[in-house]
């Protein structure tokens, strides 16, 4: 789901600040402050040294690029998302649009196997490929989330990731890939993105996350901007040794609500225009 932010992108202003990078190969009671630091004051924040193998990023991005440059017709067949498969330039249940073309899962292993039978010529492979890095990011996000509420002081450290861990979690998983410039553009009647006009080019437009935690990792493509609140949009430099943590909406507000926990996080608005993104 989008969540529009109030700001126009008319009147968008960029400003130059550095993003917190936080090591998580440190572990300790420090890490665990930077994070809630981090999450106090931008809640948005990139981890490195996170333990998702190369590997696993590898033949995920292998099998995504190999789906999204299949033709428009094949594409189709996995879609329209209802939420989950496919789906192009309709974003939200909002009717959101933009310059995106996107694939939508539950992380769920049997909801993957049963709809990469519609997405590759090699289901299992795609499926394994998508299921081992979900896997291993849905590790990194647990860790994440049990940093945070030791560094809030939460008795049951675990009380976050156990949220995601659930039998009935209802945990996500996106893999969304961005037109290339207009001018190398495929416009041809069966290609996803012909030439129209709708005043700008964005590929996923100005939103905030409303579930806990988006944990998210792009390639070496720019576009990826965060607002902090004060209508001013700051760029997130692409890194794809790293993964972005954005605090989502639901923590923000389960937080608040707390009679234990009076440190409120900050929620972003995030754009994105990149090449392709997973979270």
């Known amino acids: 789901m989008v969540v529009a932010s109030p700001n126009p992108i008319g009147s968008e202003k960029l400003r130059a600040v550095e993003v917190p990078i936080i090591d998580l190969s440190a572990r300790g009671p420090k890490v665990a402050e930077l994070i809630v630091k981090a999450s106090q004051e931008y809640g948005f924040f990139k981890v490195i040294n996170h333990g998702v193998a190369e590997d696993l990023i590898r033949k995920m991005e292998e099998e995504s690029f190999n789906f999204f440059g299949k033709p428009a017709s094949e594409k189709k067949k996995a879609g329209p998302a209802q939420p989950f498969g496919y789906g192009c330039k309709n974003i939200g249940f909002n009717g959101?649009?933009?310059?995106?073309?996107?694939?939508?899962?539950?992380?769920?292993?049997?909801?993957?196997?049963?709809?990469?039978?519609?997405?590759?010529?090699?289901?299992?492979?795609?499926?394994?490929?998508?299921?081992?890095?979900?896997?291993?990011?849905?590790?990194?996000?647990?860790?994440?989330?049990?940093?945070?509420?030791?560094?809030?002081?939460?008795?049951?450290?675990?009380?976050?990731?156990?949220?995601?861990?659930?039998?009935?979690?209802?945990?996500?998983?996106?893999?969304?890939?961005?037109?290339?410039?207009?001018?190398?553009?495929?416009?041809?009647?069966?290609?996803?993105?012909?030439?129209?006009?709708?005043?700008?080019?964005?590929?996923?437009?100005?939103?905030?996350?409303?579930?806990i935690l988006t944990i998210l990792r792009s390639n070496d493509v720019g576009g990826l901007q965060i607002c902090l609140g004060d209508g001013v949009w700051v760029p997130v430099p692409p890194d794809p040794t790293s993964f972005c943590v954005n605090v989502g909406d639901l923590l923000q507000v389960g937080l608040l609500l707390s009679p234990t926990i009076f440190t409120p996080l900050s929620s972003v608005f995030i754009s994105s225009r990149g090449n392709q993104e997973t979270d």
């Not at 995106?100 to 039978?117: A, D, G, K, M, W």
């Not at 998508?130 to 049990?146: F, K, P, R, W």
């Not at 809030?152 to 949220?163: A, E, G, I, M, R």
Request: net charge negative; glycine share 6%; proline share 6%.
């Open 96 to 211: 959101d649009m933009g310059e995106v073309e996107y694939l939508l899962f539950n992380t769920n292993p049997h909801c993957i196997s049963q709809r990469s039978e519609t997405i590759s010529n090699d289901p299992t492979k795609f499926s394994s490929a998508m299921s081992g890095y979900i896997q291993a990011v849905t590790h990194l996000a647990c860790e994440v989330l049990d940093l945070m509420a030791e560094g809030l002081w939460v008795h049951d450290t675990s009380v976050f990731s156990s949220l995601i861990t659930h039998l009935d979690s209802d945990s996500v998983f996106r893999l969304n890939h961005y037109p290339p410039p207009l001018k190398d553009r495929d416009t041809s009647p069966s290609s996803s993105f012909q030439i129209h006009h709708q005043g700008n080019n964005i590929g996923f437009g100005e939103h905030s996350d409303p579930q």
